[in-house]
T-cell receptor, first 109, second 115 residues
């Protein structure tokens, strides 16, 4: 299965701290994407990093991709209570997007 | 930005009845839409890929006669859960691709409860 694995499964930090989530996958990919899901809602796309890119930034988000290790990380800096959500990595290959298990992030005020 | 509308947001039905869920791309044409299923606190599992004007491609283990998919236009795909049973209770989410190598746009999901 190409499904990614994320760690940690759950992360609880204080507001203002940085949050780092990791994702590993098994097969070759075209790109890797990170999504956010608030409880009971659909997913919102955060950032896409292509297989030939190593790092990408978007506001308080920083994503890295290491294709040799088949892993990616999502860093959220200066976290806010509103960042509380589940975060999923998704790998695209063979015209399908396969999601990891997700990290449930809780930001404590 | 691109918007995908999914309806209904929640539905409760009796065992044995069928339920139809609609997924519309509001401001772009989607030749391909995807249907996912999500159990509580778990990841999204791809059920099928819906292709406009052709038959859907189902993932292994997904019953195509149970989950009927129709993608009759470039802006609408429907998922019909036929003869629903309590074990079909789940959160169903559709998404649409805006183009090659572009992110998916998701609907807000449908919470199905079968009693």
């Amino acid at each position: 299965s190409q499904q990614g694995e994320e760690d940690p499964q759950a992360l609880s930090i204080q507001e203002g701290e940085n949050a780092t989530m990791n994702c590993s996958y098994k097969t070759s990919i075209n790109n890797l994407q990170w999504y956010r899901q608030n409880s009971g809602r659909g997913l919102v796309h955060l950032i896409l990093i292509r297989s030939n890119e190593r790092e990408k930034h978007s506001g308080r988000l920083r994503v890295t991709l290491d294709t040799s290790k088949k892993s990616s990380s999502l860093l959220i800096t200066a976290s806010r209570a509103a960042d509380t959500a589940s975060y999923f990595c998704a790998t695209e290959g063979a015209q399908k997007l396969v999601f990891g298990q997700g990290t449930r992030l809780t930001i404590n005020p | 930005g691109a918007v995908v509308s999914q309806h209904p947001s929640w539905v409760i039905c009796k065992s044995g009845t069928s339920v139809k869920i609609e997924c519309r791309s509001l401001d772009f044409q989607a030749t391909t839409m995807f249907w996912y299923r999500q159990f509580p606190k778990q990841s999204l599992m791809l059920m099928a890929t819906s292709n406009e004007g052709s038959k859907a491609t189902y993932e292994q283990g997904v019953e195509k006669d149970k989950f009927l998919i129709n993608h009759a236009s470039l802006t609408l795909s429907t998922l019909t859960v036929t003869s629903a049973h309590p074990e079909d209770s789940s959160f169903y989410i559709c998404s649409a691709a805006g183009g090659l190598d572009s992110p998916l746009h998701f609907g807000n999901g449908t919470r199905l409860t079968v009693t």
